[in-house]
């Protein structure tokens, strides 16, 4: 038994994909990040309401009013002078600011082992030697910088 997901008319009908929703403006009318030619907007806006309008008598018709409804006020925002250049700067701030930082990952800590306490100190001798000698290690020899050891 599988379950559908709710129709998405954006990624459906516009190839906008679930991770870029809602679209802003521009992304909307599948026009370039700031776009500034009006006949370059008015047609891209054209476009897509042309193609979305042919989904206005099938089963998502409430869905294709809406989105010709965000078309259409994406398609006014950016072709008012004024408008564009309000929307443009909330844009960029909007852009311009840091996304929010992941959650830092889980620290894991590998458990110890449970060595005898001779082992854990980084010594050689067994535990009964250590308890015989009173020490936990054995002497070591020194060595000299060549690595030859020094009797």
């Known amino acids: 038994m599988t379950s559908e997901s709710p129709f998405n008319p954006y990624h459906k009908w ?11 403006h521009y992304r909307l009318l ?4 700031f776009e500034d030619d009006p ?10 309401m042309a193609h979305v309008r042919t989904y206005q008598s099938g089963a998502h018709s409430e869905a294709s009013q809406k989105l ?3 078309l ?5 925002c950016l072709l008012k002078p004024e408008r564009k250049a309000a929307y443009d700067a909330e844009l960029k701030a909007k852009l311009a600011a840091p996304d929010p930082a992941p959650a830092p990952a889980p620290t894991v800590v ?6 005898p306490a001779t082992a854990r100190s980084g010594c050689w ?23 030859t050891s020094k009797a």
């Not at 516009?14 to 802003?24: A, T, Y």
């Not at 006949?39 to 897509?48: F, L, N, Y």
């Open 14 to 24: 516009l190839g906008i994909p679930p991770g870029e929703q809602p679209p802003h």
């Open 30 to 33: 599948a026009l370039q990040l």
């Open 39 to 48: 006949e370059v907007i008015h047609s891209a806006a054209d476009q897509r």
């Open 68 to 70: 010709l409804n965000e």
């Open 72 to 76: 259409a006020a994406a398609r006014i």
């Open 110 to 115: 590998a458990p110890q082992p449970a060595w």
């Open 125 to 147: 001798a067994s535990a009964a030697t250590a308890s015989a000698t009173g020490s936990c290690c054995r002497p070591r020899r020194a060595t000299s910088c060549s690595g």
